[in-house]
């Protein structure tokens, strides 16, 4: 506490310079007050300078910048005469004097604020012309008389962005405050939705839209928290027994192959090298990856999906510690029942479909290997694969879809989940909108390398009965193809 003296003699002028706290004269009950706008400068007590030290148990609270105190004159008189007793003799409590300072008034606007944050705006002047110059004040209107200029920018028809403002609008929209107009749920939306279609940087999107860049990390972090929390039990709920009934009746429409619930595969996600991570991300394409493990039906959408594994490992490693992994091959609580193939009596189970990324499984059937292939075996792995390409195509239509996936993301490895996440079911939710599959964008490049064996070990005597079975059926009249023999179909 510092030492303030003043005269005995207070000069009227000094005296006009301070607020004057007035003591009613009384006894101990009186009370003594101060005000919060005030800095305490001293204490005149019948003209004698009180140090401020004395009061420090008054003034505590009021210097830590907490509410006002209030001290009793009986206190007051106890506290001066331990601190200051050639001051009690001479004490009159009805001329006690408080002399404060006004303190400077507190500058709240805004640009106040952001100069104590060390920032030169609180908004950027470019940001505040959002509404008349970004694409949400003006593009966003224009692009909605042209549905197929609103697809090409949002990668989805109008009433299915309608329908997702719809669903996910109250979980991502902000309360206003007296500071500012929080940016909408639809504005959030297009943000993401324009991030995850172009791949741009935020710096990019900020210029675009006019929302600052750490805004616009933020928007996109959330949101696609919000869209796969809220729309992934609509667009791709867990799969149940009717879900893989569904799914096998699809492949044996389109691709001619029964018992197929699904087909499986892996997707290298290009990333930047996460710190301190080493080379758990680096995979045998030699970039950093994360691995999305999905299983795809025969309508060009995500079954189930897993996201996060390292790119540096295994396909099998990473399909058999999946959740959906484990449930549908090792445990096979979701499965249907096996059932006899079309024209026949004999029972088999419902497989998915992969490639030599994978092991030889009951519930999983694999190609033959290259090597030694005769007519039986050339079929099966050309019948294998008709099936097999739903789930490449389905990486190319989302890819192509969502060009975040043609750069490595520059963002940490929770958020590269999320947006991977967040991307397959928006994919499913805007397949159920789109008449055509689309396969025009681009194709999906295979995890598997015949130089790399990603097999665990020698499959089980089920399991190669399983694909000797359906190796005899496509040669068998019931099951077999004019196209496979080289005819015209």
């Known amino acids: 506490m510092r030492r303030v003296v003043f005269s005995p003699q207070l000069d009227a002028q000094v005296v006009n310079q301070y607020t004057r706290l007035s003591v009613d004269p009384g006894s101990s009950s009186t009370l003594i007050f101060w ?113 197929e200029k609103f697809y090409n920018f949002t990668r989805m028809p109008m009433e299915a962005f309608d329908k997702l403002v719809d669903i996910l609008g109250p979980y991502i929209q902000r309360q206003n405050t007296r500071m500012r107009q929080a940016i909408t749920a639809k504005d959030r939306l297009l943000i993401t939705l324009r991030f995850l279609a172009t791949g741009e ?49 699809g492949f044996q429409s389109v691709a001619n192959f029964p018992n197929c619930i ?29 691995v999305l493990m999905a299983v795809a039906d025969a309508s060009y959408k995500f079954l189930a999906i897993d996201v996060g594994a390292y790119g540096g490992t295994g396909d099998s490693r990473v399909l058999m510690t999946s959740q959906f992994g484990r449930e549908v091959l090792l445990n096979q609580a979701t499965l249907p029942p096996p059932r006899p193939l079309p024209g026949t009596t004999r029972p088999v189970p419902f497989v998915l479909v992969s490639d030599e990324a994978f092991p030889l499984m009951t519930n999983l059937l694999r190609p033959y290997p290259q090597r030694g292939l005769d007519a039986r075996r050339r079929v099966f792995n050309m019948r294998l694969s008709r099936a097999r390409r739903f789930v490449e195509c389905t990486f190319g239509i989302m890819a192509g879809k969502w060009r975040v ?56 005597n089920r399991a190669v009965l399983v694909r000797e079975t359906f190796t005899d059926y496509f040669m068998s009249p019931e099951g077999a193809l004019p196209r496979q023999f080289g005819q015209p179909q």
């Open 262 to 290: 699904g087909a499986v595969d892996g997707k290298h996600v290009r990333v930047q090298q996460p710190p301190a991570s080493g080379s758990l991300y680096f995979n045998y394409k030699k970039y950093f990856s994360v």
């Open 201 to 249: 940087s935020f710096a990019s999107l900020h210029l675009q839209f006019r929302v600052g860049k750490s805004t616009i990390s933020g928007i996109v972090r959330s949101t696609c928290r919000v869209i796969w929390e809220y729309l992934q039990p609509i667009s791709m709920p867990s799969p149940t027994q009717e879900t893989w009934l569904q799914a096998a009746a």
């Open 405 to 460: 996936f043609t750069s490595a993301m520059q963002l940490d490895e929770a958020t590269v989940d999320s947006v991977i996440k967040a991307a397959c079911v928006l994919h499913n939710f805007v397949r159920d909108y789109e008449s055509s599959p689309d396969l025009g964008l681009e194709t999906h490049e295979a995890l598997d390398d015949s130089t790399v064996n990603w097999g665990s070990g020698r499959p089980s």
């Open 35 to 147: 005000k919060l706008d005030s800095a305490i400068e001293g204490i005149f007590v019948n003209g004698n300078s009180v140090p401020i030290s004395v009061f420090q148990g008054l003034l505590a609270c009021y210097i830590g910048g907490i509410m006002v105190e209030m001290a009793e004159i009986g206190n007051l008189q106890q506290l001066i005469s331990v601190s200051c007793p050639r001051l009690l003799g001479s004490l009159v409590f009805d001329h006690a004097i408080i002399l404060t300072r006004p303190m400077p008034p507190i500058d709240n606007t805004h640009e106040a604020i952001a100069r104590a944050r060390g920032r030169q705006f609180w908004v950027h002047p470019i940001n505040m012309l959002r509404e008349e110059h970004g694409h949400i004040g003006q593009l966003y209107e224009e692009l909605r008389q042209y549905p």
